[in-house]
């Protein structure tokens, strides 16, 4: 039952914008953190987002700081990533993450085009 379901990944131009989104079952994701990891075919999966429980915290420890926004929809039961200003470079498979019960979402796959 404690499982995360992504959406919203596809294709976006140049610049372009993308939201994704992490419906988590089994836990309120207003109580625990929540994390967005990224892996590409040439680099393991890397960190680039983290929202603490208490929501009071946030993060983006990788190179696309300045271009996400994390955020938490309490009704919902769910986490967003808003991807701006996207680059080929952000091609990648894209992760939720609940580091407390260590599950995994399944994944989306994001591609930028030049």
């Known amino acids: 039952q404690l499982q995360l379901a992504q959406s919203g990944g596809g294709l976006v131009q140049f610049v372009g914008s993308l939201t994704l989104s992490c419906a988590a079952s089994g836990f309120s994701v207003t109580t625990y953190p929540m994390s967005w990891y990224r892996q590409t075919t040439v680099k393991e999966r890397e960190l680039v987002a983290f929202?603490?429980?208490?929501?009071?915290?946030?993060n983006f420890p990788g190179s696309m700081k300045g271009r996400l926004t994390i955020s938490r929809d309490g009704a919902q039961n769910t986490v967003y990533l808003q991807m701006a200003s996207l680059k080929p470079e952000d091609t990648a498979v894209y992760y939720c993450?609940?580091?407390?019960?260590?599950?995994w979402g399944q994944g989306t796959q994001v591609t930028v085009s030049s």
């Open positions: 993450y609940t580091p407390t019960f260590g599950r």
């Open positions: 929202i603490s429980g208490s929501g009071d915290r946030t």
